[in-house]
């Protein structure tokens, strides 16, 4: 089981739903990223946080994805409304800092099916 | 900008079969490095190994082994002697050492789906 947890595990919801995500990283990191990554293809990144602040949102779509870590902690991934194209792998990820070279550690992931 | 590059998309190979990944990456930085990722189908990616762009030394874990060339922009990984256990996908990655605000930003390659069959 990984150390970085996420559930729900997966989830169904209609198109137009409001759909969360949520993550506990691992104990004292304090980078936290969320991925999203489409089937067949790599991940990409959504979001990252140094702490409570956002470091990188350039790739999230803001008008309808919204990303919070309000205590440097946990984070929660919204989606309001969801489309169908936002079928997909939500992972969550941690590393000990932000520094390129430390390896990030991901969760089992969110699988999303839009309806 | 990055990339990666898996021109591999499926590997079928038998049990016992070494079995060789490519990856090939673009970046303007000196300063670099290099992932290697797991992902069964459990769907956690697993690390495997970091590289940084410094050190081109080539190296062994077990059967899985990995080859760093500067010159080709290539970072392979080989598993010797494959097992049923090493059906996944792999991904090899990369994040700039000078990312701006995405400092320790993975930029993905799209994944070698690996079967091993017994």
């Known amino acids: 089981e990984a150390e970085v947890a996420q559930s729900p595990r997966y989830k169904i919801t209609e198109k137009s739903q409001a759909v969360a995500f949520w993550c506990d990283p691992i104990?004292?990191?304090?980078?936290l990223y969320w991925y999203r990554q489409i089937l067949g293809q790599g991940p990409e990144l959504l979001v990252q946080?140094?702490?409570?602040?956002?470091?990188?949102d350039s790739q999230l779509p803001k008008d309808r994805f919204s990303a919070e870590r309000l205590k440097g902690v946990d984070s929660t991934l919204k989606i309001q409304p969801a489309e169908l194209g936002d079928s997909a792998m939500y992972l969550c990820?941690?590393?000990?800092?932000?520094?390129?070279?430390?390896?990030?550690?991901f969760g089992d992931g969110t699988r999303l099916s839009i309806l | 900008a990055q990339k990666v590059t898996q021109a591999q998309t499926e590997i079928s190979v038998v049990e016992k079969e070494d079995v060789t990944l490519d990856c090939v990456y673009e970046?303007?930085?000196?300063?670099?490095?290099l992932f290697w990722y797991k992902q069964p189908p459990s769907g956690e990616l697993v690390f495997l190994i970091r590289?940084?762009?410094?050190?081109?030394q080539n190296e062994i874990s077990g059967r899985y082994s990995w080859n760093f060339q500067k010159s080709t922009s290539s970072f392979n990984f080989t598993i010797t002697a494959s097992q049923v256990v090493d059906s996944a996908v792999y991904f090899c990655?990369?994040?700039?050492?000078?990312?701006?605000?995405?400092?320790?930003?993975?930029?993905f390659g799209q994944g070698t789906i690996l079967t091993v069959h017994p």
């Open positions: 970046t303007r930085d000196t300063t670099y490095y």
């Open positions: 990655a990369l994040s700039e050492a000078d990312g701006g605000t995405s400092y320790g930003k993975l930029t």
């Open positions: 990820a941690s590393s000990g800092g932000q520094h390129s070279n430390q390896p990030q550690h």
């Open positions: 946080f140094q702490d409570e602040s956002v470091v990188d």
């Open positions: 590289r940084n762009s410094f050190d081109e």
């Open positions: 104990s004292g990191h304090a980078t």
